[in-house]
C-alpha cells in the first residue's frame, strides 16, 4: 500500500472527525487506531487531528496564525531615543532606568538635545522596567557588556576596632565614607603603577574618585584631601580595610588633627566595606578598565576623566538602597527603596545646610548630559591610546 499524499490524509481526516466527536471512550480509541495505521501519524498528534477536522500547524510555529493580533506598542520610534538614553544612562537596567526617564527627558530636552513626538513622549513616560529590558534585550546582547559585579552587598558592619572616635558612626547621617584602593597593574605588579582612591558616602551614596602615584601614604592622603574638597557635606568620618595606606601614622594623625572618625574593617572581609566595593567595578573598572596605567600623563588622564565621571554618576546615576530584609522559610525577601541618584537623596536630606543644596542644583542645570558623554569618550580614548605609546 502506498503512503497517502497530504490532501488524502486530510480527506481521511474530515471524514473520521464527525464519527470521533460522538463516538463512545472505547470507540474513539478504535477510531484513533485506525487512523495512525493508514496516517503514519503519532498518536497525540493524530488525536488532535481529529479533534479538529484537519491538520493544525504546529503549535509555536512562525506560520501559525494570530487569533487575535496585538499591535506593537513600543515600535522603532520608541526603541531608537530608548537605546540613546540608555546609553547615555551608562547601560543601567531597566528598574533603575524607568523612574529616571521623566527627569532624563527633560533635561535633555532643556539642552536641545533630544525632540520626540508627543506620542513617542508619552510612551517612554508609561513605560514599565520590564519591557524596558525586553527591547533593550537584542541591543544588550550585540554590544557584549564585559563583566558583572561580583562583590555581594551587605549591611555595614562597626565590630571594628576604633581607631579614634569623634562622634558615632551614623549609616543614615552624610559625611561617612568609605574608602579603597584600586590598582592600575595590568595583571603586572613589578615596579610602581597607579592607583585609584574611591570614596563613597554611606548615606547618600555620593562617589568621588581620584588617581594616585602609588600606595604611598603622602600620596593616598593628599587624594582623600582634594576629594574632601568636593564634598557637598563635610566629611565626618572615614572607614577603611586594612591597608598599610590607611593603617599607618600619617593617616591616623590627619584624623585626629581633623577630629575624624577612623575605623577600620576586619581582615579579609570585603564585604565590611560593600559601598565602596560595589563602585570599584561599576564606577572605576566600568570606565578605565584593567590595563596597566603608570605615566604622570596617564595620571592626569585619570584624573580629567574622573571629574567628569562624578557628574553623571553623582547627578545622573540612580541607586537602589536596602531597606529590610524579611526571611520566609528559606527564602530571602529584600525591600528597596526607589531608585534615585545621590544628588536627590541630598535634596531631601534635612541634614545638609541649603547654601549646598542650591549649590548643587546650579551644577546640575548647567550639565549637558550628551555633551558630557561624549567628553568623557574623548578622555577614554586618549586613556585606550595611551596604553600602546
Known amino acids: 500500500m502506498s503512503p497517502l499524499t497530504i490532501p488524502e490524509k486530510k480527506k481521511v481526516a474530515r471524514q473520521l472527525a464527525a464519527r470521533y466527536k460522538n463516538a463512545s471512550k472505547k470507540e474513539k480509541s478504535s477510531i484513533l487506531a485506525d487512523f495512525v495505521q493508514i496516517t503514519g ?23 501559525s496564525p494570530l487569533l487575535h493580533p496585538r499591535a506593537c506598542k513600543y515600535d522603532k520610534a520608541v526603541l531608537t531615543p530608548l537605546v540613546l538614553l540608555w546609553k547615555l544612562m551608562d547601560y543601567l537596567c531597566g528598574k533603575r532606568l524607568a523612574p529616571m526617564l521623566p527627569r532624563l527627558i ?25 519591557t524596558i529590558d525586553r527591547l533593550l534585550a537584542p541591543t544588550r546582547l550585540k554590544l557584549q557588556i564585559k563583566g558583572r559585579s561580583h562583590t555581594k552587598p551587605g549591611s555595614l558592619l562597626k565590630h571594628q576596632i576604633p581607631i579614634r572616635t569623634f562622634a558615632q558612626w551614623n549609616d543614615a547621617r552624610p559625611g561617612f565614607l568609605e574608602i579603597d584602593l584600586v590598582g592600575h597593574d595590568g595583571g603586572n605588579a613589578s615596579g610602581e603603577f597607579l592607583f585609584t582612591l574611591d570614596a563613597t558616602d554611606v548615606a547618600t551614596g555620593w562617589t568621588e574618585t581620584a588617581a594616585v602615584r602609588n600606595k604611598a601614604q603622602v600620596h593616598v592622603l593628599a587624594a582623600l584631601q582634594q576629594i574632601r574638597q568636593r564634598l557637598p557635606f563635610p566629611l565626618l568620618g572615614i572607614d577603611s580595610d586594612n591597608g598599610s595606606e590607611f593603617i599607618n601614622a600619617h593617616f591616623l594623625r590627619y584624623c585626629r588633627t581633623e ?31 584593567y590595563a596597566r596605567f603608570d605615566s604622570p600623563y596617564q595620571q592626569d588622564l585619570l584624573n580629567k576623566l574622573y ?13 537602589m538602597k536596602l531597606l529590610a530584609k524579611t526571611r520566609i522559610g528559606s527564602h530571602v525577601k529584600k525591600t528597596y527603596d526607589k531608585p534615585i541618584t545621590p544628588f536627590q537623596r541630598i535634596l531631601i536630606t534635612p541634614l545638609i545646610e541649603e547654601k549646598n543644596k542650591e549649590t548643587l542644583r546650579k ?11 561624549r567628553n568623557i569618550a574623548a578622555v577614554q580614548a586618549k586613556l585606550s591610546h595611551s596604553i600602546f605609546e
Do not use: M, W
Not at 307 to 319: C, E, G, H, V, Y
Not at 363 to 373: D, Q
Open 259 to 289: 577630629q575624624l572618625t577612623f575605623t577600620r574593617g576586619r581582615a579579609g572581609r570585603k564585604n565590611d566595606g560593600c559601598f565602596v566595593e560595589q563602585k570599584n567595578y561599576s564606577i572605576i573598572r566600568q570606565a578605565v578598565g
Open 307 to 319: 571629574l567628569l565621571l562624578r557628574l553623571r554618576t553623582n547627578f545622573f546615576q540612580p541607586s
Open 106 to 130: 527633560d533635561h535633555l530636552e532643556l539642552h536641545a538635545e533630544l525632540a520626540l513626538t508627543p506620542e513617542v513622549r508619552a510612551k517612554l513616560l508609561t513605560i514599565s522596567a520590564a
Open 41 to 63: 501519524y503519532h498518536r497525540t498528534y493524530a488525536a488532535s487531528v481529529l479533534r479538529t477536522g484537519s491538520s493544525p500547524l504546529p503549535r509555536h510555529s512562525s506560520k
Open 363 to 373: 551644577t546640575y542645570e548647567s550639565i549637558n548630559l550628551v555633551e558630557l558623554a
